[in-house]
């Protein structure tokens, strides 16, 4: 949901500022880009990070903190919310393969049939990113800007990730 709406975010933004819609929609292209590519910086360094750190504790962290900078790209309506917004794409960059690799954390023979609902898992992608377009489209939401309110799914998401993050360290601190 972050990376698709950081175009339509983008727009908000730099069209209020007064630029042309095609200016616009190239300037935001390239936030994405950046969002990209700091989220394959984060990859490794989150890896090298999980050297020292449990799993689950590094997995609390980046929701935790992609949490606080979601709040930025809700409350913000100007360039820093875009800068939250390209920020927490550094903050996903792990959490898939560590949710992945915690929940079959000695599942040992069932690992497989485990995995297999796992990749199902990742339907909750067709459902949350079209009701997340669905409340941009309302333009505004007493008055103010839909895009920015629309981040409410993924800050939805992030708690319920830094919960199973505190659950799954605690689990395997014992």
């Known amino acids: 949901m972050c990376w698709t709406f950081i175009i ?23 936030y994405n880009i950046i969002a990209m590519i700091g989220f394959c910086t984060s990859r490794f360094i989150c890896t090298f990070i999980l050297r020292y750190l ?13 949490g606080i900078l979601i709040a930025g790209v809700i409350g913000f309506q100007d360039i820093k919310g875009l800068y939250c917004l390209i920020g ?13 690799g915690i929940a079959l954390e000695g599942m040992g023979d069932d690992a497989k049939f485990g995995a297999a609902g796992l990749i199902m898992a990742i339907l909750g992608s067709s459902i949350l990113p079209p009701l997340q377009a669905r ?3 309302a333009g505004s939401i007493g008055g ?7 981040f409410v799914l993924p800050l939805i998401c992030f708690v319920v990730i830094a919960f199973y993050g505190r659950r799954s360290y605690k689990i395997f601190a014992n």
């Open 54 to 66: 449990n799993a689950g504790k590094l997995l609390m962290f980046l929701a935790i903190a992609g």
């Open 8 to 30: 339509q975010y983008g727009t908000r933004v730099f069209m209020e500022q007064g630029m042309g819609e095609k200016a616009v929609e190239v300037l935001s292209q390239k």
């Open 144 to 150: 103010f800007p839909a895009v920015n309110l629309s």
């Open 88 to 100: 927490v794409s550094a903050c996903m960059s792990l959490m898939f393969p560590t949710i992945y």
């Open 135 to 137: 409340i941009i489209d």
